[in-house]
């Protein structure tokens, strides 16, 4: 049969171009004349939508084009050269960009992760231990607290963990950072009360994700005080992350949180995502499949024993994590706003 | 009149979006799924085209997202520490990256410049000068020499001139790197006689731009022998500049550097941006109006007196150069794979 | 009575000037004219007694001023851009250096600790856990293993446990550097095995102490192999540590290094440090205090109630280390070549 | 004759230990308990001393090892990312630090110099340049103008000089730096209008040079205002520049800044370093030996010819610095606190 041929792709959320909405404004707006590095009209009218969202009419918001690059370039922006930031050891900062933080002059702090998150009795532990150290000033200064929402292990902070994590660090003068590169699929999930006020209420800065959210690419980047991080612009391009398209980026996001008649697309563009992968993890307790850890977002971490690879083999695209045993290895599903509804069929077939 | 009130856009050549053949690309292939980071199977393929057209067989070809990230990822990474990279005093890494190259942790070498270029007895003259000084230790290394082509001042260098720059860079162990940001005007340009397989063989490292040449974004970093730059994808990821989703830049490139009946598009896109020139040259010649400079490719700079300014005050968006004195400024019109004709007629119509 | 009043020092290892030879010999030389830059005749003799003492007739060797900066520098030169170091989460380079390394660049991935030592296997599985990660490609890979010899603990390497580090070390393609700020105090505790031609044999690169050990100032910094650590001089200028009177840190190690009836100086010099170490030991077993943590070498710590805190307020310099509860300190006493047995002696007094 | 087979040393100023003053102050104090990193009485002595004799009651007074390090150390920390350091081309952060200021991520932007010097209009011009540059976003930004007394050319700014760069520089907000790495012989030259208190009124940094200037080593960072540099004894632990044993530095810095019925040390000890140029210089003149520059202290540049440098070649040590032509070659003689007399009259016998 043709559909058990095909293979079916549920290996990460960035395998496909982008919305069909944005590919149309792209389209219709491609020879338009416009100012570049992000003074044009669209990426104006992009910021002003975002601030509106968040409710931080005072932001600056600057669109960069990776998470790697928007974590980068913001965590070196903001922080001083004596301060790190604190991120979980699973924190994507910690792991997953190549050395990045410290290639920009800071140290990451690892604290242990539960669950892919942190809390605020961690964060003080940390920053008091630092100011109660008698060898201080031989010491790096915390300066800042990393996390992610999603986190890497696709769950949620609540809005309560947010605010307490908040607290903590504006308590010793440390600064709040949220990597949102699956942010969507966080706001369309149903377990979730961190709205994006929430974010902007909270956050010295954040970045919404576009690149795994729908965008061909581009994150944007929120700094609800600009004093925060000066000379935020020139800063961006000393770093190479300045793109002269900059309208680009800012049509994308543009098409993203424009208001229409149930809120804006960033809203509700992760609900298909999230409902899929409900789908996925509710076959998974039917066939008494473990899931390696629970989560309401998008992805999916389950315990596949040998029998199952097999039946995986060259018909799924899946993300491999971690080999527990012999038998069996932790792999990840992840399904995004381009995942059609048989391919889910399909692989429930499959399981 | 319609035609006179609508703005004429002549400042720069990055202020559209890309070529339809791009666009279309992008949307027939919108859906499909592709490994991230550039494993795709378009990357690859536009990397074969890249190899062939360049004749550099071995070569890395890395895909990044705009000039000034390609100029500091690629210099910080070809680089030693104890290297500097030598520039024209005029040159793009001088002077409009923000300090990029020093954030980098290298000094630029920065050597006089006549009509945007530099030449090869500068060059031996420098590294000598450090070969021969007694405080050499105590001495940063010119470890490579950075040519834009065509330069910032839409001047070319000859075949004859980069055999000599490179010859001279080889001789002194030093690294050829070239700035191809506006490649494919030169490339168009009748007096060109450099070619990409000259690049290819002549330099260390060169990247063929995107961005300014019909793409919506996106340079083609080619290293003809990979050993100059070892562990570059890692570094590429640490400076932040690694996409997600890399199979949209190689899909630009797919579409630019495919063989057709009349060669690729790359080869070919620059022509109308070049005629447009030749046409706005010869008319501000006839009507006594001077050059700043002269050049084959699609930048003008001309003398602009008060007169001038105020007719093309609000009709004409063009880039300020220099004041000369009260009554004369330097400007230029630059024109583009994206220039229409009309527009050019109109412009001609204001002189 | 005098004695009681006079304020004992046990604080630290760096609280006085030098061994009466080391000035002597900057007396007698000091209008000496000489070459700058440790180019002149003592640090070229120093260099040659060094290079004998540690078996590595090829070794490049740099003195630098402090230990913070042997480590910053020579990790920073030894290590490629994409590299990490690893240490023990107890190691200088991870706490007490300010983020110095991160400052350079580069990661410190760190490993749990145990009497703060790391072992062979520790390291095995952290070269592994990269070798064998399917995102490695993605992540900094482990390119040196830093230790301290003593550590920060005072403990101990075993010859057995440093010959696996290094074959570990090398077995995966990375450095081992040791960091030898008190390894005078090493050589002299009766249960070490490793020597001086042992860590020549074994490192790619270590520093043999001189501010903690005896010298106004100032550590060797010996890399047996000087492909290693190319352009090492020129590197040590750019980070601003090297000094122009090069030869006063060259006679000092002259004086350490000297051969003389007994053995060099640097050999014996910590031997009455390791003596009054053991007094202090001895009294404190006797006395039922009891060790926070075992070790061989010149410091102490001890669990030190309220009463004992209170009888060596106002009489005693010493080093506070944690807080172990209400009623409980964890402190240090360190000795040195500095240590006069009467200051013991009115220690155990107050015990 | 022994004293003409005996050698003479005019290679340079950092040649020979320190002053005996100095020298007596290490050894009477050598057995003294003192706390490390400077905390001890003997630093903060000096550094009230310092203060005292600069008109700058609330300074931060920073130990530090050598000009280099000075230089970069505190470049760095006082900068913004942003920002650039302004210096002469002559400058010794521009030629002979090897990139030392670039390797801590700022560009030095090199004006030219008249007699080693540069002016308020050329740093009025560089900022205004800058400020009113439409594309200065993307430009580097002078932030910090250097300058050295004396300059590497030996010849010294006037008050009034360093009155109009510091206005300039205030004017647009620049920091003014000054390196004193022979500060000791402008103070002792007759020439000179510039005193402590004057660097203390029109610098925001400036470092007095003790290596060149007598000491064994050291130099003095002063910042008239502390918030000049935040945390700045962290980052100079995280630059690697932190001395455990400070009261070293601390000590040598007492010695010369202690007042004596003649004023302090450093005021007096380039005297007779100044006199012995003079005579050296007038001899030139006398034998119709041209200089090369005129300078007013300790440095002395002639234009010798191949029969001159036959008669000093193998009897005299001075520092080559230039070839003119094949007959011609600039060499210096420099002369310190440590030449003597009878030294300058062989000297004089082979001119």
Avoid at 27 to 54: F, Q, V, W
Avoid at 64 to 69: A, F, S, Y
Avoid at 314 to 332: C, K, L, N, Q, S
């Amino acid at each position: 049969m043709q559909e058990v041929t095909q293979k079916l792709f549920f290996a990460s959320d960035y395998q496909e171009g982008c919305l069909p909405q944005i590919l149309d404004r792209l389209t219709t707006t491609n020879m338009e004349h416009a100012a570049g590095y992000g003074l044009d009209p669209h990426s104006k009218h992009a910021r002003e939508l975002i601030r509106t969202a968040c409710g931080t009419p005072e932001a600056e918001i600057q669109f960069l084009v990776g998470g790697t690059q928007a974590n980068e370039v913001t965590i070196a922006c903001a922080l001083h050269p004596w301060q790190a930031v604190v991120a979980a050891t699973s924190g994507h900062v910690s792991v997953h960009e190549a050395g990045a933080i410290e290639a920009g002059g800071h140290k990451v702090i690892e604290l242990p992760q539960r669950e892919g998150k942190i809390n605020a009795q961690q964060v003080e532990a940390c920053a008091e231990a630092w100011e109660t150290d008698g060898n201080r000033d031989h010491m790096i200064q915390p300066g800042m607290v990393y996390v992610s929402q999603p986190t890497e292990c696709g769950t949620l902070y609540t809005r309560a963990e947010l605010e307490a994590l908040s607290a903590a660090c504006h308590a010793h003068g440390m600064l709040l950072y949220v990597d949102g590169a699956r942010l969507a699929y966080a706001l369309a999930a149903p377990e979730n009360d961190v709205t994006l006020t929430d974010l902007g209420r909270l956050c010295d800065a954040f970045y919404i994700g576009g690149t795994k959210c729908g965008a061909l690419f581009g994150e944007a980047v929120v700094v609800p005080h600009p004093s925060t991080i000066p000379h935020f612009f020139t800063q961006i391009k000393q770093h190479g992350a300045l793109v002269a398209k900059g309208f680009v980026t800012g049509k994308q996001f543009e098409v993203l949180f424009e208001d229409g008649p149930d809120g804006c697309l960033y809203q509700r563009l992760g609900a298909p995502a999230i409902a899929a992968a409900q789908r996925i993890k509710a076959a998974l307790a039917q066939k008494g499949i473990p899931l390696a850890m629970e989560n309401p977002t998008n992805q999916t971490f389950l315990v596949a024993d040998q029998a199952l690879l097999q039946r995986l083999d060259g018909r799924v695209e899946y993300g491999f994590w971690e080999r527990v045993d012999e038998d069996h290895t932790i792999i990840r599903f992840a399904t995004s706003w381009a995942t059609d509804e048989r391919d889910v069929d399909a692989l429930l077939g499959l399981l």
